[in-house]
């Protein structure tokens, strides 16, 4: 009984998007772990052993996921790893982003996803990679820093790929 329970709260917790396409917050929310736990005066779930959070084309595995809740019902979610993925769908188009930090945490207010420690994120072939990645999923803009750490030697990598040319042919 107290299982379902904390299923049914971190749905309700986790209801906002992230990287959304946007009909994904529409869908129901799955969430799998080999435990949890749940704070109800501090609005804190915490999720651990092999997580898994699927909803709609949305799929993030972690090994530790905890959703902080404030009074006015804004959500954070942080995920760690080593590394922490995720997979969604981008809204209108049938390319999917791609990321994996360490440590990934999202604010559903600000709409930011903050990826740190070794972190990747990669549209269609395009990749950006740092110590550290903030992305804006409303704006889809990146802001990459590099760091001491990585195989980049503190350097930030970015690869874009050149788009196919229209032939002109009918």
Do not use: C
């Not at 904390?6 to 396409?21: C, K």
């Not at 993925?85 to 994996?100: A, I, L, T």
């Not at 740190?116 to 803009?141: L, P």
Request: aromatic share 4%.
């Amino acid at each position: 009984m107290r299982h379902n329970v904390l299923i049914a709260l971190a749905a309700i917790m986790l209801s906002a998007p992230v990287m959304a396409e946007k009909a994904d917050s529409a869908k129901p929310i799955e969430l799998s772990a080999d435990r949890g736990s749940l704070d109800q005066k501090k609005g804190i779930t915490t999720w651990e052993g092999n997580v898994i959070v699927t909803q709609g084309t949305l799929n993030l595995k972690a090994q530790r996921v905890t959703v902080i809740r404030d009074a006015q019902g804004l959500q954070q979610l942080q995920a760690q790893g080593s590394p922490a993925y995720f997979r969604q769908k981008m809204d209108g188009s049938n390319e999917y982003v791609d990321g994996n930090a360490n440590n990934i945490n999202y604010n559903a207010a600000a709409n930011v996803a903050t990826f740190t420690g070794n972190a990747k994120i990669k549209r269609g072939q395009d990749t950006v990679s740092g110590d550290v990645i903030v992305y804006n999923t409303s704006t889809e803009t990146y802001q990459a820093t590099g760091g001491t750490s990585g195989t980049g030697g503190g350097r930030v990598t970015v690869v874009l790929q050149p788009k196919p040319q229209a032939t002109g042919k009918p």
